[in-house]
T-cell receptor, first 114, second 115 residues
């Protein structure tokens, strides 16, 4: 009954491949996010969806494409993977997109591109 | 632009001693401030937040934080550290002036509590 769950937890793949990371939340939240944590543990938002609508799209390469089939799911698809894409990707959700609401994070997906 | 600074990469403290993890912020308008903790190979867990009202905010696991508007700081504190508190701590900020849900994180401070 994990609140925010991501799959897979680990992903090792070769350069040039296409891969997807799935995220689901069972909290009934309206807003979901993808964050990237680099090797220095720096966290940066990539995307945010509110009720399946994209509301934040940071300067992320268009090889990254989020998809929200419903407000409980936000998947991340990555085309033509590059070495620099290696990082830990965190999915998160919050009750809504008001700035005073805290986010709940998944356990992360460690992506290694070789 | 919004920003958060955590000036210490690592804080070392003996078990039983008080701990402080520092955070300063820069926003346009009044801030919403958050602390999160990340244990090894885990996601971030929410600890506490400042929205308005009392400057001293109490959160999970005995942690508290003090909002200081004049110093633009939101330092995390605990009166008596435990070895199990050893983890990576992130301060984060959102601004009320922006109609956006972009949460800006600091670079993190690793807390090491020694027995």
């Amino acid at each position: 009954d994990t609140a925010v769950s991501q799959t897979p937890k680990y992903l090792v793949t070769q350069m040039g491949n296409d891969k997807s990371i799935k995220c689901e939340q069972n909290l009934g939240h309206d807003t979901m996010y993808w964050y990237k944590q680099d090797s220095k543990k720096f966290l940066k938002i990539m995307f945010s969806y509110n009720n399946k609508e994209l509301i934040i799209n940071e300067t992320v390469p268009n090889r990254f494409s989020p998809k929200s089939p419903d407000k409980a799911h936000l998947n991340l698809h990555i085309n033509s993977l590059e070495l620099g894409d290696s990082a830990v990707y965190f999915c998160a959700s919050s009750q809504d997109n008001r700035p005073n609401t805290e986010a709940f994070f998944g356990q992360g997906t460690r992506l290694t591109v070789v | 632009a919004q920003s958060v600074a955590q000036p210490e990469d690592q804080v070392n403290v003996a078990e039983g001693n008080p701990l402080t993890v520092k955070c300063t912020y820069s926003v346009s308008g009044n801030p919403y401030l958050f602390w999160y903790v990340q244990y090894p190979n885990r996601g971030l867990q929410f600890l506490l937040k400042y929205i308005t009202g009392d400057n001293l905010v109490k959160g999970s696991y005995g942690f508290e934080a003090e909002f200081n508007k004049s110093q633009t700081s939101f330092h995390l504190k605990k009166p008596s550290a435990l070895v199990s508190d050893s983890a990576l701590y992130f301060c984060a900020v959102r601004s009320r002036s922006y109609n956006t849900d972009k949460l800006i994180f600091g670079t993190g401070t690793r807390l090491q509590v020694f027995p």
